[in-house]
């Protein structure tokens, strides 16, 4: 799928605004409390008009050949918010629609007190997508993952834009398979 022509061109041009847009070599702290000497903030791409537009038919195609039967996709809030949205949109303009669904950080203080945001739009007979933006430890994705299988789904993949190569892929695939755009390689020589 990565060698098709209309893939690779999309995969490009997401790159190429993720290289402009999104990394930066300088310190920072991760999300994983870890220090870096590089970072790529993919917010300022999924929020992006054309931006999104390459994630949601990227991510919709991988998820069409990595999980052909699933019936939505999400991840932890933040990051995974515009992917999801992304996606679905891109999945309903192909005529297979996937719905978004979003995992809290800390369940709704008020109300049901739930997890999942949308959870009652799901199809529970069908699996999910948990999609990602960067992985690093993994933490993340096993969070989202762990919440959706509380709530009565099943994951069978995560999809994430970058994996910065620092344990998380090993971390994930303990849970589900995973599957990245990008990964450090693609930002540093």
């Not at 893939?7 to 605004?17: P, T, V």
């Not at 978004?100 to 997508?129: N, S």
Request: with cysteine; proline share 4%.
């Amino acid at each position: 799928m990565f060698a098709e022509p209309t893939f690779a061109h999309g995969r490009e041009q997401l790159l190429s605004l993720l290289r402009t847009h999104a990394f930066a070599e300088r310190e920072v702290i991760l999300a994983s409390g870890q220090r870096s000497n590089f970072y790529v903030d993919c917010k300022t791409v999924s929020l992006d008009a054309e931006g999104s537009f390459w994630i949601g038919r990227l991510f919709r195609r991988i998820i069409d050949e990595l999980a052909p039967t699933a019936g939505a996709v999400g991840g932890l809030t933040l990051g995974a918010d515009p992917i999801a949205t992304a996606v679905a949109v891109a999945s309903y303009q192909a005529s297979r629609p996937l719905h978004a669904f979003i995992v809290r950080k800390e369940p709704k203080g008020h109300g049901t007190g739930q997890w999942l945001e949308a959870a009652a739009r799901l199809d529970r007979t069908r699996p999910v997508v948990i999609v990602e933006d960067v992985v690093t430890t993994g933490g993340s994705s096993i969070k989202a993952i762990e919440r959706a299988i509380e709530s009565g789904l099943t994951v069978a993949a995560v999809v994430a834009l970058v994996d910065r190569l620092e344990g998380g892929r090993a971390a994930i695939e303990a849970h589900a398979p995973l599957c990245s755009l990008f990964d450090r390689r693609d930002f540093l020589p």
